[in-house]
Nanobody, 122 residues
Framework: VQLVESGGGLVQAGGSLRVSCAASGRTFGTWTMGWFRQAPESDREFVAGISWSGGATNYADSVKGRFTISRDNAKNTVYLQMNSLRPEDTAVYYC????????????????WGQGTQVTVSS
């Protein structure tokens, strides 16, 4: 599985941004997908996850109500819509895939993308 993120950039606080992750492979529809992020001098942290069907999602408390994860299995793509962005959301955002239940994605992702930088200015 190869994951390629896109859509990062610079945005002002309060603004919105959508990042995308295109996945290779014919079995995309069977993978749990998610987003993580890593700020400078910080550990990588879970942001959001979505089940293979899109029927279940979960979010870190810090982004609940502001971020929305979705997927299009026909396009092998997962999205993260980020609204009401804050300077503390600044980080490299990584797409992740796991061939396991959504509940295990936060600790056992199997594949990573290369990351895309999101910078929120105050």
């Amino acid at each position: 599985v190869q994951l390629v993120e896109s859509g990062g950039g610079l945005v002002q606080a309060g603004g919105s941004l959508r990042v995308s992750c295109a996945a290779s492979g014919r079995t995309f529809g069977t993978w749990t997908m998610g987003w993580f992020r890593q700020a400078p001098e910080s550990d990588r942290e879970f942001v959001a996850g979505i089940s293979w069907s899109g029927g279940a999602t979960n979010y870190a408390d810090s982004v609940k109500g502001r971020f929305t994860i979705s997927r299009d299995n026909a396009k092998n793509t997962v999205y993260l819509q980020m609204n009401s962005l804050r300077p503390e959301d600044t980080a490299v955002y990584y797409c992740a895939a796991a061939y396991r239940p959504l509940s295990e994605l936060t600790t056992h992702p199997d594949y990573w993308g290369q990351g895309t930088q999101v910078t929120v200015s105050s």
